[in-house]
């Protein structure tokens, strides 16, 4: 009677009150429970996140079997505390009990959680000795375990050699590939699965996103849009709205999101989020505000990605509103709202707002400023050129100053021209990160700026030795939904005879209009006719000549960056063609 009953409430939260009165009725009747009545009370309580009530209702229980050993086990591995699962583990191990196949999947996930190799593999051990390593559900949880631990070898090993695989088997392997950077097994694996479901198509769009290979991950999405076995999910339309955002492919997104709609999923709480997500990366801040609106119950998630979108552009007034609706909602924030809001009021230069925020984040809300926080103030201190007060701060700052401060000072030293800060900040950083080469490539320009060219040059050699690489910068716009990339003095594009036709006669337009490039920028020991030569050939005026020859006015969709360029050449261009 009670046993069918407490299942029944176990996974609905809403049924917590009528679990607990059917415990009530089953103690106040002197039943006692046995392992497998025990068992269901006890799932049933942590099912509701009442963890202390499963132990409760576990420690009572006479000589437990296995069944509330799992339920137990189970339980605490779900709700985040792995270490207590493990524990429990050991209790039962202690005590006699023989694990079964349900034993194992939690107590491996709870490894992983803490990323216990060693522990992990000792488990495997008992798994063999048991026999039970060729189970189904234990053999992928083996291969997930690995996977996570990043022991590739050991996860093929495990799935070659289980004698039944089912679809979440290969998912298992596909979404650990992706995890370790192995896309092209990943890929072959995929397309050698006997079957597929949602899971395996979203594991690769998601894979693909997440390794930056957004073209790919939309082509793999078109692909699954064609097929009639299988249709996507919230989660699919959640995976793929970041590739869009991180190409910029604006008018891909907004076909997306007519698909969700399409199909019914646009309501989903969490794929609006992610949609607001994209439009703002895509830069449409108008599309993502809408949206914003659309969300019925704006939960944190979605109050953070909003004032993040504003944070992002630079919108400082817009994104202290957004805090201020927020907090009106009755939301409370996070260490993560404060991160966007005191980036916001550092780019619009609200030194005194911002210092405010900082202040009431750990008076009024109780959040602890961690690096992050202290980075946006040292920036904020430094844009504003208040460059000493900034070093004082990271010097008397409550936790390790990383690289995301002393970086933020060192850029700030190349704004404003401050050698010996620049030099204090970049030393810290040689040692914090070595291999990152932006941080000699700045000093080398802060040395060029003021002429110093020996020290310039001795930069660079060290640059060189020490195997560094500087990415080149580039810039990106969309264009009939195809993306095009673009970089410094990039000649490989097919229409790059008429990009570069169309700079020069801009160039010598805005030059009669009284229009002087600014060559400061241009950090070589060079002349000023190459210097010149330099900046025509940027990666954002190629990308913006490119757009005025394949667009109308205001068509264009391309990365933040190339806001200024593009107002510039519009208007030289609007008098180029009148």
């Known amino acids: 009677m009670y046993s069918p009953a407490f299942q029944a409430c176990t996974g609905f939260p809403s049924f917590a009150n009528q679990g607990k009165q059917l415990h009530a009725h089953m103690t106040l009747h002197g039943f006692q429970p046995n392992s497998v009545v025990g068992a269901r009370l006890v799932a049933m309580y942590a099912s509701f996140g009442h963890l202390h009530l499963a132990r409760l209702v576990f420690d009572r229980i006479l000589s437990p079997a296995v069944l509330p050993f799992n339920a137990l086990i189970r339980g605490y591995s779900v709700s985040g505390c792995p270490s207590k699962s493990l524990e429990i583990y050991l209790q039962m191990r ?58 590739i070898n050991e996860a093929r090993q495990v799935f070659d050699g289980m004698r039944l695989k089912d679809v979440s088997s290969w998912n298992a392997l596909i979404a650990g590939y992706f995890k370790c950077g192995n896309i092209d097994d990943a890929t072959k694996l995929f397309y050698e699965m006997p079957k597929r479901n949602v899971i395996s198509w979203t594991a690769m769009i998601s894979g693909f996103t997440q390794n930056g290979l957004a073209d790919r991950a939309l082509a793999i999405f078109y692909e699954m849009q064609q097929r009639s076995d299988v249709k996507p999910n919230w989660v699919t339309i959640m995976s793929i709205l970041p590739a869009c955002g ?55 998630a979605a109050w953070n990605t909003i004032i993040g979108a504003y944070a992002s552009h630079g919108c400082g007034k817009e994104t202290i509103m957004a805090f201020e609706d927020m907090n009106k909602s009755g939301v409370r924030p996070d260490g993560i709202t404060f991160v966007s809001l005191l980036s916001a009021c550092s780019h619009a230069g609200l030194v005194d707002e911002g210092f405010a925020y900082f202040d009431c984040m750990s008076r009024e809300y109780r959040i602890q400023p961690r690096a992050e926080h202290y980075a946006c103030i040292v920036d904020l201190l430094s844009r504003a050129g208040r460059l000493g007060e900034a070093r004082d701060l990271i010097n008397n700052m409550k936790c390790d100053p ?155 969709v391309g990365n933040n960056e190339l806001d200024n360029v593009s107002k510039l050449y519009k208007m030289s261009n609007s008098q180029t063609r009148e």
């Open 246 to 300: 991180h190409s910029s492919a604006l008018e891909q997104g907004k076909q997306i999101h007519n698909y969700a709609n399409t199909i019914g999923l646009d309501a989903n709480a969490s794929v609006q989020t992610a949609l607001v997500a994209m439009y703002a990366k895509c830069g449409s801040l108008t599309d993502a505000r809408y949206t914003f609106n659309r969300i019925h119950k704006k939960d944190l």
């Open 402 to 556: 990383g690289p995301s401060i002393w970086g933020a000072l060192l850029a700030a030293c190349r704004i404003h021209g401050h050698l010996e800060i620049g030099k204090e900040a970049a030393s810290k950083l040689f040692v914090l990160e070595p291999q990152n080469g932006g941080n000699y490539v700045l000093l080398s320009n802060m040395y060029a700026q003021v002429g110093r060219w020996e020290e310039v040059n001795a930069l660079r050699c060290l640059f060189k030795q020490q195997g560094l690489k500087k990415n080149p910068g580039c810039s990106w716009i969309e264009i009939n939904r195809m993306v095009h990339v673009f970089v410094g003095g990039d000649k490989t594009h097919q229409q790059s005879q008429e990009i570069y036709t169309l700079l020069k006669s801009l160039s010598l337009r805005m030059k009669a209009a009284g229009y002087v490039p600014d060559t400061s920028y241009v950090l070589h020991d060079v002349s000023e006719e190459e210097k010149e030569q330099t900046l025509s050939t940027h990666s954002e005026k190629l990308a913006i000549a490119f757009g005025l020859l394949n667009t109308s006015p205001d068509e264009v």
């Open 94 to 151: 202690g005590e006699g009990v023989r694990p079964d196949n349900f034993t194992f999947p939690f107590v491996l996930k709870s490894c992983a959680d803490l990323n216990w190799n060693s522990t992990g593999r000792c488990l495997h051990q008992e798994c063999l000795k048991t026999g039970l390593d060729s189970d189904l559900y234990v053999g992928t949880s083996l291969v997930d375990v690995y996977m996570k631990f990043r022991a």
